[in-house]
Nanobody, 126 residues
């Protein structure tokens, strides 16, 4: 059974940092893109960041460019999201996602991801 388990969320003051982790089990995703999405209260789920299977390609939503960094550790089958200079508008549930096929890219489309975690809450106070 494939599982994606997020961790690292919490409450932080504006300007602070958090590092989210997403540990995959049940299969390896070393040949698959992985991504982070988020959903704020009353809003639709939105793309945040994605990384290709090789790590050579990354994509970010404009609002987090320069503040967030996505990375992956193949030995741990884990993807990370380093979040710096956090803002109250970053408050959301953050979800990890993994593609089921080898696409070669770093898709920003939620429908391209087959596997999803349960999410971790990030709250940024002003």
């Amino acid at each position: 059974q494939v599982q994606l388990v997020e961790s690292g969320g919490g409450l932080v003051q504006a300007g602070g940092s958090l590092r989210l982790s997403c540990a995959a089990s049940g299969r390896t995703f070393s040949r698959n893109a992985m991504a982070w999405f988020r959903q704020a209260p009353g809003k639709e789920r939105e793309f945040v960041a994605a990384i290709s299977w090789s790590g050579a390609n990354t994509n970010y939503v404009q609002s987090v460019k320069g503040r967030f960094t996505i990375s992956r550790d193949y030995t741990k089958n884990t993807v990370y999201l380093q979040m710096n200079s956090l803002k109250p508008e970053d408050t959301a549930i953050y979800y990890c996602a993994a593609q089921g096929i080898d696409s070669g890219g770093a898709s920003v489309i939620s429908g391209d991801y087959e596997y999803w975690g349960q999410g971790t809450q990030v709250t940024v106070s002003s």
